[in-house]
């Protein structure tokens, strides 16, 4: 079974950008994520979400 919930960092290597950058999209509300016991989690739905809405609004290309 894949994971449900990925890190930070597997989260960012996953759409190929830093840290820093997936930090300002949780920031602005652009990524959901949830907090567990104060470490924070990125469903990967939510990744999933998040690239469908950049290819419906064109901003991928």
């Known amino acids: 079974m894949p ?3 990925l890190t ?3 989260a960012a ?9 997936l930090y300002e999209l ?3 509300g652009a990524l959901r ?3 567990i016991d104060g470490s924070r989690r990125i ?3 939510a990744l999933t979400t998040y690239i469908n ?3 419906e609004t064109g901003e991928a290309a």
Not at 13 to 19: E, G, N, P, Q
């Open 53 to 55: 809405r950049l290819i």
């Open 26 to 28: 949780l920031a602005s």
């Open 8 to 10: 930070v960092p597997e």
């Open 43 to 45: 469903p990967t739905e």
């Open 33 to 35: 994520s949830v907090r």
């Open 13 to 21: 290597k996953a759409l190929a950008i830093s840290r820093s950058k």
């Open 3 to 5: 994971p449900l919930l």
